[in-house]
């Protein structure tokens, strides 16, 4: 099986910053594209940014030029999150596609992460 663990969501204040990191461990033979998504109070999940195997981003219009996706070699994805507004509350969820040893490629979500923009 596969675990996604999401870490450094918390309340943070109109304009400052947070780190989100998201492990993936598990008998993982590939991983392809990771993410992450927003569930906003009241509302549906929706795409906050994705980065492929390659390196290549793409961003919801809302977090252009504030949020920036990075991923290392070593299983993990982080989000960082500058000038934050009130609307960026949500949880936020790790997303990513693996495939297992014998096993094809699956999306994977981790139990997500709360961040809170409040003064």
């Known amino acids: 099986q596969v675990q996604l663990v999401e870490s450094g969501g918390g309340l943070v204040q109109p304009g400052g910053s947070l780190r989100l990191s998201c492990a993936a461990s598990g008998s993982i033979s590939s991983i392809y594209t990771m993410g992450w998504y927003c569930q906003p109070p009241g509302k549906q999940r929706e795409l906050v940014a994705t980065i492929t195997s390659g390196g290549s981003t793409t961003y919801a219009d809302s977090v252009k030029g504030r949020f920036t996706i990075s991923r290392d070699n070593k299983n993990t994805v982080y989000l960082q999150m500058n000038s934050l507004k009130p609307e960026d509350t949500a949880v936020y969820y790790c997303?990513?596609?693996?495939?297992?040893?014998?096993?094809?490629?699956?999306?994977?979500w981790g139990r997500g992460t709360q961040v809170t923009v409040s003064s």
């Open positions: 997303y990513a596609r693996i495939a297992l040893i014998g096993v094809p490629r699956s999306d994977y």
